[in-house]
């Protein structure tokens, strides 16, 4: 993992010279990215955060897991979502060992970029196990691309996300540009570097990909 995150969601600064301002990606609903995505079956929300993305799912009548590596984060969305009927769990996003063979359709939303070295081959990998023959992985992760004059953070080419699905028993049936919504309160300092004026919301740009297991 690039950052201690679990740090961050109990307010310590994301990387050094930074103040924390709040949680980026907390922006009080679910990413308009996932809305129209294709789900089925017995879903895992990997990478969860603070549960809006999963307990959006699960209002659509869907059975949810969603997992963080922050036990802050997911003791937050416990709290945030008391009557949701998502199963909410702390797990290694590049291990997945206690769900063998156990979902039908993966989100993994904003954390692909987040992960550094083998880790994301590990991440596919355990992806693979964790899922069941003809599963559907929809992953959203930060592009190299520029919206509205802002770069996203952690910045991925084409080629860094299509290689390692296409090497790890993925294959990729959609790839194609969105982004991404964070509070604007939490990207001071990205505003700043960019010399773009603040706005109340920021949109990143991502690479949104529909990917079958092999």
Known sequence: MRNDFDAFYRGAPLAAGLKHNGIPWDIGQPQPAIADLDYRGDVLDVGCGLGDNAVHLESRGLTVTAVDCSPTAIAQARQRFPDSGVRFAVADAADLGEFPASFDTVLSCSLFHCLVGN??????????????????????????????????????????????????????????????????????????????????????ACWRVRATRE
């Not at 596919?124 to 003809?134: E, N």
């Open 119 to 204: 880790d994301r081959i590990r991440h596919l990998q355990a992806l693979h196990r964790a899922t069941r023959r003809d599963a559907v992985l929809h992953l959203i992760t930060f592009s190299d691309r520029l919206f509205d004059g802002l770069p996203s953070p952690f910045p991925l080419s084409e080629q860094d996300v299509r290689k390692p699905l296409s090497d790890n028993g993925w294959i990729i049936t959609e790839f194609e540009e969105t982004t991404l919504v964070a509070a604007g309160a939490t990207m001071v300092a990205l505003f700043e570097a960019a010399d773009v004026a603040p706005r109340d919301r920021a949109e990143l």
